[in-house]
């Protein structure tokens, strides 16, 4: 039996990451049916079945579980050897794939980006938006962006960006029809503009004075899956929304926004950066982290 090349298991624990023949075949750059073939002659040169297949899902045999997981601390040796390259360079190089809410990504990480990428130009950064919950590791992700700071036991995290603010807002309009509110109590009866996250749970509008903390779960006329779209409804006068403050200022500047429950709004931590807390963290991922910190201050 001729031994299969590193190539043949690098494609193999691709597929194993993904489950899914179409994404591997976007990450290695092949088509699905190159790709379902290369599988088919390492699983015929090996005399084993590693992938059980339907037409629906895709899904690892006995043998390609203990396959997948002799072989992923032997490949990351591997990454981590070629990383350790780079201090030999002036410059960090490479890719880097970061996951991130939508809002997070907008508001926080792509202004980092910006500086991050002038400052290292050898390397190519991909942020992918995501609101659900993303596992790093399996999805191929160097690191994640997410509010805050409780990890799994292997994660590192640090605050990442500026301290963040939402407040409540609603167009003059609104204001008219109805009294603004004194106390996060007093959005019940009052039309607001609700948030669904991806799992199905709509999001209780939180509140904060002198250490007293309050969640309000509020009504209204609109529910939407993307905090960004809430700017356009909430300027149109269909109700109260609850967004980052650097969403409305402009707005709020000009007078077609009204902000309400301002003292009970203050500013969080809100996002924090995390990473596996593996041996060797990448080049061009050490350099962001640094970008992270220096970028790190309140207001």
Not at 213 to 226: S, Y
């Amino acid at each position: 039996m001729k031994a299969p090349s590193a190539a043949d298991l690098s494609t193999f624990l691709c597929v194993a990451t993904h489950l899914n023949f179409s994404r591997a075949a976007v990450e290695l750059g092949l088509t699905p049916s190159a790709l379902s073939h290369s599988v088919r002659t390492l699983e015929n040169r090996l005399g084993v079945r590693l992938f059980n297949r339907t037409t629906r899902s895709v899904g690892l045999t006995e043998a390609g579980e203990r396959l997948q997981a002799r072989l992923k601390p032997a490949f990351r040796d591997i990454d981590d050897a070629l990383e350790d390259l780079n201090s030999f360079r002036d410059k960090p190089s490479g890719n880097l794939r970061i996951t991130a809410g939508r809002q997070a990504a907008e508001l926080v990480l792509l202004p980092i980006a910006a500086r991050f990428l002038q400052a290292y130009p050898d390397v190519t950064l991909e942020i992918v938006a995501d609101d659900g919950l993303v596992d790093v590791v399996s999805g191929g992700f160097d690191a994640g962006v997410r509010f805050g700071a409780r990890l799994e036991a292997d994660m590192v995290s640090l605050p990442i960006g500026s301290f963040l603010r939402s407040v409540v807002v609603g167009a003059p309009s609104l204001m008219q029809r109805h009294p603004a509110p004194q106390k996060p109590e007093d959005l019940h009866g009052l039309p607001c503009i609700r948030h669904r996250f991806p799992s199905g749970t709509l999001y209780r509008w939180e509140f904060e004075r002198g250490g007293i903390a309050e969640e309000i779960e509020v009504d209204g006329p609109l529910t939407l899956g993307d905090v960004s779209l809430m700017v356009g409804p909430a300027l149109q006068g269909v109700g109260l929304a609850y967004i980052f403050e650097d969403m409305a200022k402009a707005y709020i500047a000009d007078g077609r926004l009204i902000q309400v429950l301002a003292d009970w709004c203050p500013f969080y931590p809100g996002l924090h950066l995390y990473y596996p807390s593996r041996r060797h963290v990448p080049a061009a991922l050490k350099a962001f982290i640094e970008c992270v910190r220096a970028d790190r201050q309140p207001g």
